[in-house]
Nanobody
Framework: QVQLVESGGGSVQAGGSLRLACAFS????????MGWFRQTPGKEREGGAAIDSDGSTSYADSVKGRFTISKDNAKSTLYLQMNSLKPEYTAMYYCVSESGTVLSMTAPQALGLMSALPDHHYWGQGTQVTVSS
């Protein structure tokens, strides 16, 4: 089976930075598109970033130039570098991965599909990020 475990969340002051990590295992994750979503109480999960098997990335407009997604296959870890954090970024952040793929997919396509078909993807338990002012 597969497993995704997030870490790196915490409480920071506005303007600070955090680096989230997602340890992945099972199947052939190096071939899968992966991403990061966030969710606040009463709202649906919102896509932030995705990375495809070639390392190409895609970002939601809300985080472009502020967040950076990367993956280290040797360490089986997905990262999300978050800079210039604001209180409105307070949320539970989730790591997400394709559950399997037959056709190749670009990062933008993957990000859209993760939002459209969440039940067809693997999700971690989340890591809480709290930005105070």
């Amino acid at each position: 089976q597969v497993q995704l475990v997030e870490s790196g969340g915490g409480s920071v002051q506005a303007g600070g930075s955090l680096r989230l990590a997602c340890a992945f295992s099972g199947d052939t994750y190096s071939r899968y598109c992966m991403g990061w979503f966030r969710q606040t109480p009463g709202k649906e999960r919102e896509g932030g970033a995705a990375i495809d098997s070639d390392g190409s990335t895609s970002y939601a407009d809300s985080v472009k130039g502020r967040f950076t997604i990367s993956k280290d296959n040797a360490k089986s870890t997905l990262y999300l570098q978050m800079n210039s954090l604001k209180p409105e970024y307070t949320a539970m952040y989730y790591c997400v991965s394709e559950s399997g793929t037959v056709l190749s997919m670009t990062a933008p396509q993957a990000l859209g599909l993760m939002s459209a078909l969440p039940d067809h993807h693997y999700w971690g338990q989340g890591t809480q990020v709290t930005v105070s002012s």
